[in-house]
């Protein structure tokens, strides 16, 4: 089976283009080809599908084998990979508000529902980076889902063994806890991570993350990934804490937000209420898995 190693500020998934390969269990590839020494090492396992409705098909499994709705960090590789390989042909125009027109876009399936990204291609014809439509916010707690009542869920008191913590959730097509601190290092993250995951109050799981608002246009943060754990970067993440940081008065719509593995820009739009995401996209290397 032909692979293709991507990552999207060091947030790594391992490609398969189901154009041209069949995976009849991708839960338990998932679980082979993450392993940082048994198998390729990846975040997960990203399928790109045919569609009957968009350029592609994009399916993602967690490390874990779980499979989940959304990756924003997958879903720019996925948008580089489809063009850079011809895949499928390009649409036209894709404009954000406020922030400028890209010449080329494309529509991928995913969990969500269809996305449209916008292609920024480089002097050698390759995608460098890309703008995705991550859509709507989900604020309400039943939708989340989060069990706890309420229309937004804006600091609110978890207790995490004892500890209790101000949360703020968003889903943007993932369930996501977002936590205000004063220093991201600080935070024992592998410790406190898996508690907050698991916890009883998140019935499908939860990603998790640590934000420190450095200015009003610029944040910095840190995340515990459900099914995979720490990981480089969550693009789904990142628009999480966008949104959270609007909700508790803590930033501005349009914002820079620092991870690990690099930066992302942000801005959840107050015309169409949509999150737009960019950031980059790169191919690692190619190879072929032998089970």
């Known amino acids: 089976m032909r692979f293709t190693k991507m990552h999207g500020l060091g947030n790594d998934y391992v490609y398969v283009n189901c154009f041209a390969e069949q995976v009849d269990d991708p839960a338990s590839l998932a ?5 940082r020494h048994l198998g390729i090492g990846a975040d997960g396992l990203i399928l790109i599908c045919p569609s009957d409705q968009a350029a592609v098909r994009m399916r993602m499994f967690n490390a874990d084998g779980s499979e989940a709705q959304m990756c924003g960090n997958g879903i720019r590789c996925v948008a580089k990979y489809v063009y850079d390989h011809a895949v499928a042909a390009p649409a036209g125009e894709f404009s954000v508000p406020g922030q400028g027109t890209f010449a080329s ?29 991550m ?27 004892g500890d209790e913590l101000l949360m703020t959730c968003v889903s943007m097509g993932n369930p996501h806890a977002v936590f205000f601190c004063d220093d991201t290092a ?18 499908e799981r939860v990603n998790v993350h640590f934000v420190r608002i450095e200015g009003p246009g610029e944040f ?3 995340t515990w990934e459900r099914g ?20 508790a008065g803590r930033c501005e719509r349009l914002v820079l937000a620092h991870l690990p593995g690099g930066d992302l820009e942000l801005n959840w739009c107050e015309q ?7 950031g ?9 898995w032998p089970h």
């Open 272 to 278: 169409d209420n949509c999150v737009y995401m960019t």
């Open 228 to 247: 995979s754990g720490i990981t480089m970067a969550c693009g789904t993440g990142a628009c999480a804490c966008a949104v959270a940081g609007v909700l």
């Open 135 to 161: 859509g709507q916010p989900i604020l309400s707690g039943p939708d989340i889902p989060v069990d706890m009542p309420g229309e937004r869920i804006v600091n609110e008191p978890l207790d995490v063994r």
């Open 186 to 203: 600080a935070i024992d993250l592998e410790h406190i991570g898996p508690l907050i995951e698991h916890h009883p109050m998140f019935p």
């Open 31 to 35: 679980v082979a080809v993450s392993d």
């Open 280 to 288: 980059p996209a790169v191919e690692v290397f190619t190879g072929e």
């Open 105 to 133: 876009s494309l529509r991928i399936e995913t969990g969500r529902g269809i996305l449209t990204l916008g292609l920024e291609v480089g002097g050698d014809n390759t995608v460098e980076r890309v703008c995705v439509n």
């Open 220 to 222: 910095t943060m840190r």
